[in-house]
């Protein structure tokens, strides 16, 4: 099941659904870094409201997938992290350090909104 | 012990069918959604470190009892290269893999208890067990 991304003016929005594969969390690293591009997007949402688990695996691939949008000249911001998942993260020693989060979609979109106009007045 | 289901690891989609499996049968032990979501966790880990190390191996999921407790083995057997040094992969940040070194160490705090047996070239068995409170 392939990642949908959704592009919402400047912002590329990326939802992940549950029971992901590697291979479908590998195809969103060329998907995102081609489309960031394509669109001159500012920044890009990952939402991952339906994702069950966490596991060392996808916090990684998450990481290098921030960094790797970054790298493009676009922020992201994970979105939707359940309290479960967590609570199961930070027992396992997960984190996602120097990666912005937010609570559901809207704060996520706030949160690049905000940033996004900061640089411009600079 | 009880239910036992064996789910063979071979490749990247078996860990999903695994740790469905393993919520499924946590949820019938009547397992709260946090404990739901490390079990899979778990498995996750487990599985994932079959694929890495050993390439193929098995994940046997089991109910267990013991007086009035009920509790969750998750078992992780492989006939992989083995841990040369158990010491050491249950540090944390410690990976020959390409994982963040967490899985192990973070696998033992994950669960009520943890078990590790393995040598070198013949295999590895990992023993997890979640007990509902």
Request: charged share 25%; with cysteine; hydrophobic share 45%.
């Amino acid at each position: 099941m392939e990642v949908p991304i959704l592009k919402q003016s400047d912002y590329l929005i990326a939802t992940i659904q549950a029971a992901l594969t590697d291979e479908d969390l590998l195809k969103l690293h060329y998907a995102l870094v081609e489309q960031v591009g394509k669109h001159r997007s500012k920044g890009v949402i990952i939402d991952v409201t339906s994702l069950d688990i966490m596991d060392s695996f996808a916090t990684r691939t998450l990481r290098s997938l921030v960094h790797m949008v970054k790298l493009r000249g676009a922020d992201t911001v994970i979105c939707g992290i359940q309290p479960e998942v967590a609570f199961t993260m930070v027992q396992l020693g997960l984190t996602l350090e120097g990666i912005s989060t937010a609570l559901d979609l809207e704060e996520g979109l706030a949160l690049l909104f905000k940033s996004n106009n900061k640089k411009r007045k600079i | 012990m009880e239910g036992g289901s064996t789910i063979v690891i071979t490749s990247a989609s078996d860990i999903i069918v695994a740790r469905e499996l393993g919520r499924k049968i946590g949820k019938e032990l009547n397992f709260s959604l946090t404990d739901l979501t490390i079990i899979a966790t778990v498995i996750s880990e487990l599985a994932r470190n079959i694929i890495v190390f050993a390439k193929q191996g098995n994940i046997v999921i089991e109910t267990i009892r013991q007086g009035k407790k009920v509790g969750i083995v998750i078992t992780a057997i492989d006939k992989g290269p083995g841990i040369p040094d158990i010491f050491l992969a249950m540090q944390d940040g410690y990976s020959t893999g390409k994982g963040l070194g967490l899985g192990l160490p973070g696998v033992r705090r994950l669960v009520d208890e943890f078990e590790i047996f393995s040598e070198t070239a013949k295999g590895t068995k990992v023993l997890a067990k979640k007990w509902l409170l």
